[in-house]
Each structure stands twice: as structure tokens, then as C-alpha cells.
């Protein structure tokens, strides 16, 4: 009876948790932390976002130094921010640069101006599938985004507050297991 009621309570753990959809489909996930913004598109419209993640993350987010040749892998000098240190992200001007391919992989050529005072910007060069994921803020309410950086002119980072647990769960599935 034991092994049985351990066998159901997995079980239902499982139904509970939606693996229906695959991880590229979904939704941002909601982070502790809620970083807001701005994105301007490549017309020139802006966009006010929340809930921004590079690739669903908040911190260790890799980017590389621009090797001298393509036979160079940019993986030998690697460059971890948190979104606190981003003041912005841009992609380098298409007349200046071409998408690098390195060790077969290709790579967009970013510049990051640094969250301090005198906001000093590097350039990187960040993988291609990594990808800007927000929610815009609309009157129709939030309205999920994934973007490369080659689809925007700029992303700013203007703020972040931090989530209570029920903002975090909300609108998600409910799983509760009875202990006897």
C-alpha cells in the first residue's frame, strides 16, 4: 500500500508540473527579481518591458571578447554579467561588423554600456541563439517577446524590483499533495 501511495503522489507531481509544451514554446518564466525597460526596434519604435531575462537568465549571462581571427574560439575569454551590471545591450553597427562565425558557431557583436557612473561600454561578442526575453507592457496586458539582438536597436534597463512569492505563481497550475 505504501509503494503504491509513493507511485500516485509521483504520479500526480508529474500531471501537476505540464510537461506538454516544449521549453522554446514557453512563456518567460517569472524571476524573484523583475527587471523593467526599454526596447527600441530597428524602426525606431520603443517598447516599455518587464520581466527580462537573456536566455532566461539574470546572472552569468556569457559574453565574449571579439577574437583576432576566426580560428579562435571566443569561449578562451569569457566576459559573466548580471543584468544589475547592464545599463544597456546594442547590436554594433552592420557597417562595421558582420555576423563572426568562430569554430563553426555564429555569433552578434554587441555593445554594453556598464550600470556605473560613467557608463563605460565594452564590446562583446554573444552567441546568436541567445535571446532577449521580456513582457511588454500594453493595455491589452503583457504580451511575451523573444528577440535576438539583431532585431533591436537597444535595450535599456531602467529598474527592477523584486517579486512576493504569490506574484510569482500566479496564473500557474496549482498542485497541492494531502499528507495523512
Do not use: W
Amino acid at each position: 500500500m505504501k509503494h503504491l501511495c509513493i507511485l500516485l503522489s509521483a504520479l500526480i507531481v508529474f500531471m501537476c508540473t505540464g510537461f506538454s509544451q516544449s521549453s522554446k514554446d514557453e512563456a518567460p518564466q517569472k524571476h524573484y527579481l523583475n527587471y523593467q525597460g526599454e526596447i527600441t526596434d530597428l524602426e525606431g519604435k520603443r517598447y516599455n518591458v518587464d520581466n527580462i531575462s537573456i536566455s532566461g537568465k539574470l546572472r552569468s549571462i556569457k559574453m565574449y571578447e571579439k577574437p583576432v581571427d576566426a580560428s579562435r574560439d571566443p569561449a578562451e575569454n569569457i566576459t559573466a554579467f548580471d543584468l544589475d551590471q547592464i545599463y544597456s545591450i546594442e547590436p554594433a553597427e552592420k557597417a562595421k561588423c558582420d555576423n563572426p562565425h568562430y569554430k563553426n558557431k555564429h555569433y552578434t557583436e554587441i555593445i554594453v554600456t556598464l550600470n556605473s557612473p560613467d557608463k563605460n561600454q565594452r564590446h562583446y561578442v554573444i552567441e546568436s541563439s541567445q535571446k532577449i526575453e521580456c513582457y511588454e507592457i500594453s493595455a491589452a496586458g503583457p504580451l511575451e517577446k523573444k528577440l535576438t539582438f539583431n532585431a533591436i536597436k537597444k535595450l535599456t534597463i531602467t529598474g527592477r524590483t523584486e517579486r512576493q512569492f504569490n506574484q510569482l505563481y500566479s496564473g500557474g497550475k496549482e498542485c497541492r499533495l494531502a499528507h495523512n
